[in-house]
């Protein structure tokens, strides 16, 4: 079945706490994401990456690191969780040679205390 | 600067009550402006892509229309299964760059 899995689903941490949120495809699609979603703020892009090794920020990178290792994973790294980070997170894909139809995971919720 | 605004931002529909949802939308050089169904505790899931103005696409009850400022997502004789958050999105600068309005909660009551 073709799908994009995060780990953990629920994290609750404290600041200054290092945590990776994984997420994994197996569509083989070069495109993947990450957001957040906040209340009121819909959803917003953090990092992108193109293909392996290829990544760029969106328009809400800072507190975050993304690394693009290999295809399938495209893991967020936060190395200082602080409060304001907490939010529901998706990681999404894109299959290859498309710009539109976007894949999303099923989200992580992520409370820093 | 590029910016996507959906409104009504919630709406409570009886059964078999038609009505749009809106998604206005400012960017230079539209590339494309796409829709999306949130369920609670889930991810988007994609409905459909819109190119150009006057261009429509059909699914089921929903029908998505495209002008040069907005878009609708009409929902005709909704069932309380089209209940979810509707979400759309416009590519921003850069190829893969994506943005997104903050979604109609639709409720749809039997």
């Known amino acids: ?113 | 600067e590029d910016q996507v605004t959906q409104s009504p931002e919630a709406l409570r529909l009886q059964e078999g009550e038609s009505s749009s949802l809106n998604c206005s939308y400012t960017v230079s050089g539209l590339r494309g402006l796409f829709w999306y169904r949130q369920d609670p505790g889930k991810g988007p899931e994609f409905l459909f892509t819109l190119y150009s103005a006057g261009e429509e696409k059909e699914k089921e009850r929903l029908k998505a229309t495209l002008t040069k400022k907005e878009s609708f997502l009409h929902i005709t004789a909704p069932k309380p299964e089209d209940s979810a958050t509707y979400l759309c999105a416009v590519p921003g600068s850069g190829t893969y760059k994506y943005i997104f309005g903050t979604g109609t909660r639709l409720k749809v009551l039997a």
């Open chain 1, 1 to 113: 079945e073709a799908q994009v899995t995060q780990n953990p689903r629920y994290l609750i941490t404290v600041t200054g706490k290092k945590l990776t949120v994984t997420c994994s495809q197996n569509m083989n699609h070069e495109y993947m994401s990450w957001y957040r979603q906040d209340p009121g703020l819909g959803l917003r892009q953090i990092y992108y990456s193109m293909n392996v090794e290829v990544t760029d920020k969106g328009d809400v990178p800072e507190g975050y690191k993304v690394s693009r290792k290999e295809k399938r994973n495209f893991p967020l790294i936060l190395e200082s969780p602080s409060p304001n980070q907490t939010s529901l997170y998706f990681c999404a894909t894109i299959p290859q040679g498309s710009t539109d139809t976007q894949y999303f995971g099923p989200g992580t919720r992520l409370t820093v205390l």
